[in-house]
Nanobody, 118 residues
Framework: QVQLVESGGGLVQAGGSLRLSCAASGRTFSTYCMGWFRQAPGKEREFVAAISRSGGRTGYTDSVKGRFGISRDNAKNTVYLQMNSLKPEDTAVYYC???????????WGQGTQVTVSS
């Protein structure tokens, strides 16, 4: 089972960019589908983006399409979330997740805070 550690969060002005990274331990990273989720204060955790084991398939929630990009480097055991044109409503704790089935995640990171100022 992998363990996940997110990094790259921070404070950015609206319109700016951040790249989140999620480093996975273990030698089985390439067997997991990976996802990014976020949770804003007072709101439920929501899906942001997902990527298949090989990286050939991706999916996004509508609110980030065209602005965010998910990618992975299986040689580095890392998944990324490139976030462009950030908006204040993107402010949240962002979580990395792993699962052996597309759309189902059972391993979670500790989260990284993203704050977008207006």
């Amino acid at each position: 089972q992998v363990q996940l550690v997110e990094s790259g969060g921070g404070l950015v002005q609206a319109g700016g960019s951040l790249r989140l990274s999620c480093a996975a331990s273990g030698r089985t990273f390439s067997t997991y589908c990976m996802g990014w989720f976020r949770q804003a204060p007072g709101k439920e955790r929501e899906f942001v983006a997902a990527i298949s084991r090989s990286g050939g398939r991706t999916g996004y929630t509508d609110s980030v399409k065209g602005r965010f990009g998910i990618s992975r480097d299986n040689a580095k055991n890392t998944v990324y979330l490139q976030m462009n044109s950030l908006k204040p409503e993107d402010t949240a704790v962002y979580y990395c997740a792993a699962g052996t089935t597309w759309g189902q995640y059972d391993i979670w990171g500790q989260g990284t805070q993203v704050t977008v100022s207006s």
